[in-house]
């Protein structure tokens, strides 16, 4: 079992008084994609990429290919961290890592566990409770075609791409991935989430558009908004500070409100 200390972390993990950020990465992505954001985060704050098995610093663990395998994957990872430091913590999941920071976050508070002050999810529709999220055309492309999706999607290293020995050893962590997201399935029977959600994506991301982000609303309590910015699926990829400023500004309202219920107000 690898423990949590392989997880890859910024170079601000083990500083700062902050708030902590936790980041989940997209089908096929590693917390490697994210980490430069500490380099936006404001001071004192903990920028902290996590990778799924399979996937980064976890690539010699086998791959999970079933969405509640891979929440309690991490909630075993995280969960004593998570009720050890009482810092404040906040949950960002961009793609198929919205799923599993969603989900995550409801699995925290099922068990009575301490959950995040804050959720953002990015460039994800709504999670089903019936039918595939992916289109199984998408699923059964051949390596040559899945490699152009991929392509056109952006988030994907050309490297990768083009190189025939890292692309072998990426297909199969995509297809995994996007059979994970297909087959995802959430209880029809939950209620809205208490914890406040901010929802994110580009203007022109043709997998989740700016009406499937905005159905989040369904599903939160305490919904705070859609926050479009120019681009697609990878919107933040080229500069993600637009972004880190409207995220930070979220958290902080979160923390504020925190605050006042605490303090009774």
């Known amino acids: 079992m690898t423990s949590l200390g392989s997880l890859p972390r910024d170079g601000r993990s083990g500083t700062g008084d902050g708030p902590r950020l936790y980041v989940f990465p997209h089908a096929g992505g590693s917390g490697l994609a994210f980490q430069g954001w500490a380099d936006h985060a404001p001071a004192g704050w903990r920028v902290l990429p996590v990778d799924a098995p399979g996937h980064g610093s976890l690539l010699g663990l086998p791959l999970v290919s079933d969405g509640e395998a891979l929440v309690t994957h991490f909630l075993d990872r995280l969960g004593p961290e998570l009720e050890d430091d009482e810092a404040p913590f906040a949950f960002f999941g961009h793609s198929m890592g919205a799923l599993v920071?969603?989900?995550?976050?409801?699995?925290?508070?099922?068990?009575?566990?301490?959950?995040?002050?804050?959720?953002?999810v990015s460039a994800c529709g709504v999670p089903s409770a019936d039918g595939p999220r992916v289109p199984v055309p998408l699923r059964d492309l051949t390596d040559e075609e899945l490699r152009r999706r991929m392509a056109l999607l952006g988030g994907t290293p050309a490297q990768v791409l083009d190189h025939p020995g890292l692309w072998q050893v990426f297909a199969p962590v995509i297809r995994a991935d996007l059979h994970l997201v297909a087959n995802w399935r959430s209880s029809p029977a939950a209620g809205p989430l208490p914890v406040p959600v901010s929802v994110f994506g580009g203007t022109h991301d043709g997998a989740a558009s700016p009406r499937e982000l905005a159905r989040w609303a369904g599903l939160c309590a305490r919904f705070l908004g859609v926050h479009l910015f120019p681009g697609g699926h990878f919107y933040?990829?080229?500069?993600?500070?637009p972004l880190f400023e409207v995220l930070a500004d979220e958290v902080r309202t979160a923390l504020l409100a925190r605050r006042d219920r605490v303090a009774g107000r």
């Open 101 to 120: 920071a969603y989900e995550l976050t409801r699995r925290l508070l099922a068990e009575g566990r301490r959950a995040p002050v804050w959720l953002g």
């Open 236 to 241: 933040f990829q080229d500069d993600p500070r």
